[in-house]
């Protein structure tokens, strides 16, 4: 592949530097430039009397005490947890090491299962499902355990399947420094399903290969062979 600028430096530890760099994809999500201005209580402060205004508009009392919290809850359960991933800043710090263990062509495809929730950003309601996530290292690998975390911080925007897919992949692809990546999401989502258009069986199945797993065909099968063994583990 082409030699290509890497905008992630790291230190002599291996930490990347300026993750929320990777947070930054071709594909971006369609968030304000000013989004960043209010810390996250003042925008706790702020959303949470509007969702009180919408919740009695729709007949609501909420002076009943199992409701009397929900604007609030509603309002910190956007902010700090299901759309933290809005903000570059939440990017998960990663390390960064030489790859010295993959030197047979034929082993060397790093894949993996991950279970997501994100919210669609038409009905902003859950659609949750799993991403099939490879990579084949150029020299570089990242810990497991980040590729997870990767995928959560772009499922925690309002999204759409095709762009979560894309963004992964982008992100993966600058942290590790390499095209050969694929990105396989498989979700069922609940705008459909409870909306009685569609059933809970209903799955939409979004892929992105890049490198050699678009332009070789023994890599791209192994990839779809991988998804079909891998076994579902469920934490
Ligand atoms: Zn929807």
Known sequence: ???????????????????????????PSPIRQDAHKLSDEEKIARIEPKMREILEIL??????????????????????????????????????????????????????????????????VPMNGEAFVAYKPNGHLIGLSKIPRIVRFFAKRPQLQERLT???????????????VAVSISATHYCVVARGIEDEGSHTITNVLRGQFNSNPHVREEFFDAIQRIPKHRV
């Open 1 to 27: 592949m082409s030699k290509k600028r890497d905008p992630l430096q790291h230190d002599d530890e291996g930490y990347l530097l300026n993750t929320t760099e990777a947070a930054i994809t071709n594909y």
């Open 166 to 180: 894309a963004q992964i992949a982008d992100a993966l692809s600058k942290v590790l420094q390499t095209d050969d």
């Open 59 to 124: 007949g609501l009392d909420l002076e009943d005490e199992s409701i009397k919290r929900t604007p609030y809850r509603i309002a910190k359960m956007y902010v700090s947890e299901v759309f933290s991933g809005m903000d570059p800043k939440n990017f998960p710090k990663i390390s960064r090491w030489k790859d010295d263990f993959h030197h047979d062509q034929n082993t060397n495809i790093v894949f993996m299962r991950v279970g997501f929730t994100s919210f669609c950003e038409h009905h902003l």
